[in-house]
């Protein structure tokens, strides 16, 4: 008699779930892009993807600030490595004739010999890992290329197959390709606005992200990009995603991720020589993040805010000798507001004890001793079981 064994189909397998991990932390707040991410991933691993054709192909849309970007370098990195992507910007191929730029010219034309086709075979390989050979493509803002680069990806989307101009053939097999839009985002900004009332500092969208809403702006996205793009084109996409706006608990994370980014710069760029850590008040964190927030510019301007109001001011602080190795600084503002306050809260702490702190996610000086202490205390248990 034969025993049936209830399946759980939602459960990943660990390469997966290590992905999704890594997208949930630096991607914040596109839920949906992630998830389809990590589903066309785990069908790759399994082998079930679909034959004589790239691993899964993205169209991406929503408004500017959202993450579409970031979502596909993310993945890049979570899997093959920071900065391993093949990318077109779309914007530098508005007439046909430049698509020699990506194929390379054909024999006969002038200066066959000398240009080099973007999508080569070497340049997909270029972008593997020891471990994971998967290519990624990202044309960036697809809207704004030609016609002639369209018929050139239904290609590539059908059949995995690009010929270049000297007639070598590239494989797309092993890629995933990415696609990103801003098509609609002026009428999710007509659906917001006389919702919402935005003035240029809005703080976050959290109306936008409600159900009757969030509906709109996808159906307005998508109907924006079905007018834009053939028939033909439209069937050969595996997963189209909206990015919905941010809202304003998911823009505080996106500050402390970019306020990480900086700590991490500062430790690359010092080189031991000039590494200290900082800490941000919660007023200096409410400022920044009313300074670099704008409803229709998304998290692209709290970044600009960021280098403009904390890391200018840094490096003059740097030039000026005024901070040195093994320094905390405090970022705080004045009682009556202002441009941030600098303060040096801790100097001369061990380079080794302060690179170890920021590493556990120590978020001020005082705790430093306390992550030192546990480290090393760490590190003599395990000499001992030596």
């Known amino acids: 008699m034969s025993t049936r064994i209830e399946l759980d189909p939602s459960r990943t397998g660990s390469q997966a779930q290590s992905l999704e991990g890594t997208l949930r932390r630096l991607v914040v707040g596109q839920d949906e892009a992630v998830e389809q991410i990590v589903n066309v991933y785990q069908m790759y691993l399994a082998g079930l993807h679909a034959p004589n054709r790239p691993i899964g192909s993205f169209l991406f849309l929503g408004p500017t600030g959202t993450g579409k970007t970031r979502a596909v370098e993310a993945t890049a990195e979570g899997l093959v490595g920071q900065g391993k992507i093949v990318k077109v910007d779309c914007a530098e191929f508005q007439h046909s004739h430049e698509i020699a730029k990506l194929v390379g010219s054909p ?112 159906k307005t996205s998508v109907k924006a990009a079905r007018r834009k793009f053939t028939p033909e084109f439209w069937n050969r996409l595996d997963k189209v995603v909206v990015f919905r706006p941010l809202a304003q608990a998911q823009l505080r994370r996106i500050f402390d991720l970019e306020l990480s980014f900086v700590q991490q710069r500062i430790l690359q760029a010092g080189g031991g020589d000039r590494s200290f850590g900082f800490s941000v008040s919660d007023a200096a964190k409410n400022m920044l993040l009313e300074q670099g927030t704008a409803a229709e510019y998304g998290a692209r301007h709290l970044k600009r805010a960021i280098e403009r109001l904390l890391v200018q001011p840094l490096s003059k602080l740097i030039s000026s000798q005024q901070v040195r190795a093994g320094d905390w600084l405090i970022m705080d503002v004045g009682d009556s507001g202002g441009p941030l306050r600098f303060q040096r809260g801790q100097e001369n702490i061990a380079l080794n004890s302060l690179a170890q702190a920021l590493q556990e996610g120590a978020t001020s000086w005082t705790q430093i001793p306390k992550v030192a202490a546990a480290a090393r205390g760490q590190m003599q248990r395990l000499s001992r079981r030596i």
């Open 107 to 218: 024999p006969g034309y002038l200066g066959h010999r000398e240009t080099h086709a973007l999508l080569s075979q070497e340049a997909l390989n270029s972008c593997h890992s020891a471990s994971v050979k998967v290519s990624f493509v990202l044309f960036d803002e697809i809207e704004k290329a030609s016609d002639a680069l369209w018929n050139l990806l239904l290609g590539i989307l059908d059949k995995a197959v690009l010929t270049t101009g000297d007639n070598r053939r590239v494989n797309f097999s092993q890629s995933m390709i990415f696609m990103t839009s801003n098509l609609g985002a002026a009428g999710v900004q007509s659906i917001l606005q006389p919702k919402l009332g935005f003035q240029p500092r809005l703080i976050g969208c959290d109306e936008a992200r409600t159900g009757g809403v969030s509906d709109r702006i996808v």
